[in-house]
């Protein structure tokens, strides 16, 4: 496995002084993008088939071990502050359940019927998508959630740093991310973990995109929860509306802190309960309820 080999150009690494190690790890990051483009096409594919799925009210699930683990967790978690989603939507699975988030869990990676089991109790179905996140591509953990979930109809998806893993038999998109030798071998917490977090960005980032959740390049569905994000909140219904500080603040206020809802209510010169009902008839794309209301739609600099 290309993950476990030994990088020649970090063989007598301990031995460098600082800054001549921070600049060899920042080459070696350099790398990871340049590894997430080859497998753009691929990542597109999942892309698709999640939205699919969620435009159809399943949900998403990231199965991993260790790094990866932690890492689908932290992209599940972020998207209900971010997108306003049900936590159901997109949900974490991690090897050695909740205190392997905080504390290695080692064994736990080998388990495979705690893998099956997983995804039996979450009753996957085939209307949800799981998205499998093993560095070597071939951890017992995830390779047997996604084989059940596979078997329950669900779509699948396997993320990883090496080729020819067993998975690839039975899922549905295969991004083999080559990110090479670690500097130190076989710490993928490394550029294998950084390219992972690049492509479950792209994941959340564009299903929410293309669900209706961003306008333009504004997260329209934040959640305004603490007072940094009612100010993010009022600027965003400023810089689409045109409408004072003030202004802003009184119609997200009255709109319930629902983001869209004051902007359609201030676009339209509309109650709070009218914006609700033209942004439920656009299927809460924002975008759409502005056209209809013969707005245009294009953000300006």
């Known amino acids: 496995m290309g993950t476990e080999d030994y990088n020649e150009l970090t063989l007598n690494f301990d031995l460098l002084s600082t800054l001549e190690m921070a600049k060899i790890m920042n080459q070696e990051d350099k790398k990871v993008p340049l590894a997430v483009e080859r497998v753009l096409p691929d990542i597109a594919r999942a892309i698709d088939i999640i939205v699919e799925k969620l435009k159809e009210g399943g949900r998403l699930f990231y199965v991993g071990a260790g790094t990866s683990g932690r890492l689908g967790i932290l992209d599940a978690v972020e998207c209900p502050p971010t997108f306003s989603v049900d936590p159901e939507m997109v949900q974490g699975i991690i090897a050695g359940g909740e205190k392997a988030i905080t504390s290695a869990v080692e064994y736990a990676e080998d388990d495979v019927e705690q893998g099956k089991e997983e995804i039996r109790k979450r009753e996957v179905s085939e209307n949800d998508v799981v998205v499998g996140i093993t560095a070597s591509g071939t951890t017992p953990f995830v390779i047997s959630a996604l084989e059940e979930a596979h078997k329950r109809g669900a779509r699948t998806v396997l993320v990883t740093n090496n080729y020819n893993s067993p998975a690839k038999g039975f899922v549905d998109v295969v991004i083999e991310i080559d990110t090479g030798p670690e500097v ?59 409408a004072t500080e003030d202004t802003a603040l009184e119609r997200l206020k009255a709109c319930n802190m629902n983001v869209k809802e004051a902007i359609v209510s201030i676009m339209g010169n509309l109650s709070p309960a009218e914006s609700r009902k033209l942004l439920e008839e656009s299927n809460y794309y924002l975008r759409i309820a502005l056209e209809r209301l013969g707005e245009k739609t294009t953000l300006k600099p």
């Open 184 to 242: 130190i071998a076989g710490s993928t917490r490394l550029k294998a973990g950084t390219s992972q977090k690049l492509v479950l960005n792209m994941f959340s980032t564009i299903s929410m995109a293309k669900l209706g959740k961003v306008y333009g390049n504004i997260m329209v569905d934040v959640k305004p929860t603490n007072q940094k994000l009612i100010n993010r909140a009022v600027r965003i219904i400023k810089k689409i509306t045109g």
